[in-house]
């Protein structure tokens, strides 16, 4: 049974910049799309980014050109790099896996099946 946990969150001014990573046991993501979302106070989880099996990307509009998705098959990690941090940033991040194998999939929260625990990043001065 795969299971994914994130780490790398915390509090930032902003400005600043936090790595996420999303490490997976118990099965790999070689061939998986995989996912970030994100979930502020009171408002409903949202795409944020994702790298398909081939290394494709796709980023949600507020967070182009500041954050960047990469991912290491060896190491079954992703990471996500996120730069110049706003307070909107401010959320639980989740990482998750796409339902089906060699498919880029979109940031739709329906397309993906395994989730990881959630981690807080706090964007303040």
């Known amino acids: 049974q795969l299971q994914l946990v994130e780490s790398g969150g915390g509090l930032v001014q902003p400005g600043g910049s936090l790595r996420l990573s999303c490490a997976a046991s118990g099965d790999n993501l070689d061939y998986y799309t995989i996912g970030w979302f994100r979930q502020a106070p009171g408002k409903e989880r949202e795409g944020v980014s994702g790298i398909s099996n081939t290394a494709n990307t796709n980023y949600a509009d507020s967070v182009k050109g500041r954050f960047a998705i990469s991912r290491d098959n060896t190491e079954k990690t992703v990471y996500l790099q996120m730069n110049s941090l706003k307070p909107e940033d401010t959320g639980i991040y989740y990482c998750?896996?796409?339902?089906?194998?060699?498919?880029?999939?979109?940031?739709?929260?329906?397309?993906?099946?395994?989730w990881g625990q959630g981690i807080q990043v706090t964007v303040s001065s």
């Open positions: 998750a896996r796409c339902q089906i194998p060699f498919r880029q999939c979109g940031l739709r929260l329906s397309e993906y099946d395994y």
